[in-house]
């Protein structure tokens, strides 16, 4: 499903990826690690197509990411739900509103989207704070809503940044249950993290891109 064939990646002059080939397969659970500066995230860029490879070949959903066509990048970030390092939450916004902001802009219709949101927030048991404000809530509990903000829409794949960067080792824990959840009802799960806790925790395969 994502193939990443001999990929090299400079900005400006700096090799930051260098020959970096690996597959992700439909339903799999991964981490992407390497030391700070390795170039996690820009590997996620790849996969969404916000940064395209100096050299070599990555496919996802069989779409060439080199060359892909502008009208294909909605259909391929539709696919992927993204959750950010720094979650990106709006914070005059309630927590049932940061989550839905999306699907109104989808042009949904409310009760669908009250379905949605109702449901999303439910499975990451967070559905009794839906009319709090962001700011208001524990770093673990904003990581979650991002977390439900990236799957209300039930994509394919979900690719979380260093989900759990600023949260302790059991906060941490709740956070990897929940993404392995939805990891057994079929969602494909790439996470990026340089924590060797976490990954230890998480027992998935790992893709060392400084090892490849
Ligand atoms: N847009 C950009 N322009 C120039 N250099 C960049 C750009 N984005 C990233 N870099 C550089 O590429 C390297 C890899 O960055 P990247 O963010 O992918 O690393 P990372 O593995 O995610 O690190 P961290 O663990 O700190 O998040 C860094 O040296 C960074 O400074
Ligand atoms: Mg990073």
Same mark, same amino acid.
């Given at each position: 499903?994502?193939? $990443?064939?001999?990929?090299? @990646?400079?900005?400006?002059?700096?090799?930051?990826?260098?020959?970096?080939?690996?597959?992700?397969? @439909?339903?799999? $659970?991964? $981490?992407?690690?390497?030391?700070?500066?390795?170039?996690?995230?820009?590997?996620? @860029?790849?996969?969404?197509?916000?940064?395209?490879?100096?050299?070599?070949?990555?496919?996802?959903?069989?779409?060439?990411?080199? =060359?892909?066509?502008?009208? #294909?990048?909605?259909?391929?970030?539709?696919?992927?739900?993204?959750?950010?390092?720094?979650? @990106?939450?709006?914070?005059?916004?309630?927590? $049932?509103?940061?989550?839905?902001?999306?699907?109104?802009?989808?042009?949904?219709?409310?009760?669908?989207?009250?379905?949605?949101?109702?449901?999303?927030?439910?499975?990451?048991?967070?559905?009794?704070?839906?009319?709090?404000?962001?700011?208001?809530?524990?770093?673990?509990?904003?990581?979650?809503?991002?977390?439900?903000?990236?799957?209300?829409?039930?994509?394919?794949?979900?690719?979380?940044?260093?989900?759990?960067?600023?949260?302790? #080792?059991?906060?941490?824990?709740?956070?990897?249950?929940?993404?392995?959840?939805?990891?057994?009802?079929?969602?494909?799960?790439?996470?990026?993290?340089? =924590?060797?806790?976490?990954? =230890?925790?998480?027992?998935?395969?790992?893709?060392?891109?400084?090892?490849?």
């Amino acid at each position: 499903m994502i193939e $990443f064939v001999h990929v090299y @990646k400079s900005y400006d002059k700096n090799y930051i990826l260098r020959d970096l080939t690996f597959n992700i397969y @439909k339903g799999e $659970f991964v $981490f992407i690690t390497g030391p700070s500066g390795a170039g996690k995230t820009t590997t996620l @860029k790849l996969l969404t197509a916000i940064e395209k490879p100096t050299h070599g070949v990555v496919n996802v959903f069989s779409i060439g990411i080199s =060359d892909i066509k502008p009208k #294909d990048i909605p259909f391929l970030r539709r696919k992927i739900g993204f959750v950010f390092q720094d979650f @990106k939450l709006l914070p005059n916004r309630t927590i $049932f509103q940061n989550i839905s902001l999306s699907l109104e802009i989808s042009g949904i219709s409310s009760t669908v989207i009250a379905n949605n949101v109702t449901n999303i927030l439910k499975a990451v048991e967070l559905y009794t704070k839906k009319d709090d404000y962001p700011l208001s809530l524990s770093g673990g509990e904003q990581q979650r809503v991002a977390i439900a903000r990236a799957l209300v829409l039930n994509p394919p794949v979900l690719m979380a940044d260093e989900p759990t960067g600023n949260l302790d #080792d059991n906060t941490a824990g709740i956070v990897i249950d929940i993404l392995k959840s939805f990891n057994n009802k079929g969602t494909t799960v790439i996470v990026a993290t340089h =924590d060797k806790s976490l990954i =230890d925790l998480g027992r998935a395969r790992v893709i060392d891109i400084t090892k490849n």
